[in-house]
T-cell receptor, first 114, second 109 residues
C-alpha cells in the first residue's frame, strides 16, 4: 500500500484525445512531483511543484500540462500525445524545507498512446 | 542529469549479504544520498538515506565513504523478495531528485 494514490492505474488514449492523470496525498507534503518512466529505464523528472507553484519544468513538451489545484492534489493534463509518450507516469510527494525528506511514490499510471 | 553511477546488474545468494555500490563523485557537501528500490510495475520504494554518517534501519545499512564520493547499500540477509532494481539518488538542493541508471539485483535460491 502507498500513501500516494494515482488514478487511473491504466489508460489507453488516442493521439487526438484529451485525458488527465490524477494524484492525491494526505501526508501534508507541500512538494509534489511528476516522473516519467520508460520500460527498463530509470524515472525521469518532469515537473516539481512547491507550495502549489510550479518550481521545476524539465523542458517537458507543452502537450503535457501539470496542475496543482491544492496542497493534496496534482494533475497531469494530456493532449495530442505521441505513441512515444507511452510510459509509466509516477507521482511523488515530499516535505519542503527539509533537505533530508524522502520522496513518497505512488504506483503510477501506465499510459498507452495509440 | 544523473549524478550517480551503478553497476547494471548483480546476483546474490539467498541469506547472504547483498552489497550494492554507487559512485557519486560530483556530490556537493550538503546533498543527501538516497536509496530506493522498484519491483516491476510498482512505484519506487524508499529504503534509506544519509549525508555523511553511516546509517542503519530495519531494511538496510548505508555506508558512505569519508570523501562522500561513493556509498554502499547493504541488505544483510537477502531474500527472494529483495529481487528488484535498486536506485541510488542524489538530492540536489531545491527538491530535485535525479535517478541514476540503477542496479538490477537478482537473489538466487
Amino acid at each position: 500500500d502507498t500513501e500516494v494514490t494515482q488514478t487511473p492505474k491504466h489508460l489507453v488514449m488516442g493521439m487526438t484525445n484529451k485525458k488527465s492523470l490524477k494524484c492525491e496525498q494526505h501526508m501534508g507534503h507541500r512538494a509534489m512531483y511528476w516522473y516519467k518512466q520508460k520500460a527498463k529505464k530509470p524515472p525521469e523528472l518532469m515537473f516539481v511543484y512547491s507550495y502549489e507553484k510550479l518550481s521545476i519544468n524539465e523542458s517537458v513538451p507543452s502537450r503535457f500540462s501539470p496542475e496543482c489545484p491544492n496542497s493534496s492534489l496534482l494533475n497531469l493534463h494530456l493532449h495530442a500525445l505521441q505513441p512515444e509518450d507511452s510510459a509509466l507516469y509516477l507521482c511523488a510527494s515530499s516535505q519542503v524545507g527539509a533537505d533530508n525528506s524522502p520522496l513518497h511514490f505512488g504506483n503510477g499510471t501506465r499510459l498507452t498512446v495509440t | 542529469d544523473a549524478k550517480t553511477t551503478q553497476p547494471p546488474s548483480m546476483d546474490c545468494a539467498e541469506g547472504r549479504a547483498a552489497n550494492l555500490p554507487c559512485n557519486h563523485s560530483t556530490i556537493s557537501g550538503n546533498e543527501y544520498v538516497y536509496w530506493y528500490r522498484q519491483i516491476h510495475s510498482q512505484g519506487p520504494q524508499y529504503i534509506i538515506h544519509g549525508l555523511k554518517n553511516n546509517e542503519t534501519n530495519e531494511m538496510a545499512s548505508l555506508i558512505i565513504t569519508e570523501d562522500r564520493k561513493s556509498s554502499t547499500l547493504i541488505l544483510p540477509h537477502a531474500t527472494l523478495r529483495d529481487t528488484a532494481v535498486y536506485y541510488c539518488i542524489v538530492r540536489v538542493i531545491g527538491n530535485q531528485f535525479y535517478f541514476g541508471t540503477g542496479t538490477s539485483l537478482t537473489v538466487i535460491p
